[in-house]
């Protein structure tokens, strides 16, 4: 499990599960230079990029994403 950041604090989110993608070179240092300067995980940044681009498909995939990860 991991907490994620909201305003005001941290709660417990969600069990995690290992996935393997693949990046673009430009993409990967980009990432690593944004988490040196913020001291933010890598891996915060890539389930918050999963979750706003499940949200905006949520239509086509034909639930409510707010809905389904409210747990």
Not at 18 to 26: G, M, P, S
Not at 39 to 46: D, F, G, I, R, T
């Amino acid at each position: 499990m991991y907490f994620k950041l909201i305003r005001g604090g941290f709660f417990l989110a969600q069990k995690k599960v290992a996935r393997t993608i693949y990046i673009k070179d430009e993409q990967k240092e980009a990432l690593k230079r944004l988490s040196e300067k913020t001291k933010v995980p890598q891996s915060v940044y890539v389930r918050e990029a999963l979750d706003m681009l499940l949200e905006k498909y949520s239509e086509q995939l034909k639930f409510e994403f707010e809905e389904y990860f409210k747990g």
